[in-house]
């Protein structure tokens, strides 16, 4: 049985907090930024977590 890989690009984007839950970072931060306002572009900074229902996907794609 041969070894199975993790995502690359999920590897990338998300972490595993010590609870168990999975992290990520909110989106829109990249282009376009002039026209978002300070207080827009401060809330994109926080991470947020993956929702329930997406977090088995991703734990399948990380291997857990």
């Known amino acids: 049985m041969p070894k199975v890989k993790t995502h690359s690009g999920v590897k990338k984007r998300f972490k ?7 992290k990520r970072s909110r989106s829109g931060k990249q282009h376009l930024l002039r026209k978002k306002t300070k207080k827009a ?6 991470a947020g977590l993956v929702s329930t229902a997406d977090e088995p996907r991703i734990k399948k794609l990380l291997n857990l």
């Open 41 to 46: 572009k401060l809330r994109l900074t926080h």
């Open 16 to 22: 595993v907090t010590g609870s168990g839950k999975i």
